[in-house]
């Protein structure tokens, strides 16, 4: 499979205004929360994960990554979910509240994939580049 045509979707909540570290953080949960949320402990510190065809091409380099926007939880949501019935990896990062949000949990952004650029049209690629 041809790694070139397999992305990671990141997709950041513009609403909210966060810091621009607060963005890069939560980003980064979304990208590596994909994985960990697969994993299998199966041993005290081994842990397995069965990886779909085109996350196994994508490990394999360039990893590459588009960040795009929505404008409100409800459409971060309805993406996510919308990705997870055509089972796609996919998951929502919900911030805990600490140094932004006034201590309400908050849903910041959410990832999908990574996954073959066929499988995104028209469910991220009419989403602006962040």
Known sequence: MDNKNIKQIIIMRKDLKMRRGKEIAQAAHASMGIFF???????PTVYEIDMPEDMLAWKEGPFTKICVSVQSEEELVEIINKAKELGYPAILITDNGTTEF???PTITCGAIGPVSNDKLKGLTDHLPLY
């Open 37 to 43: 949320q697969m994993m299998e402990k199966t041993a």
């Open 102 to 104: 006034n201590g309400v």
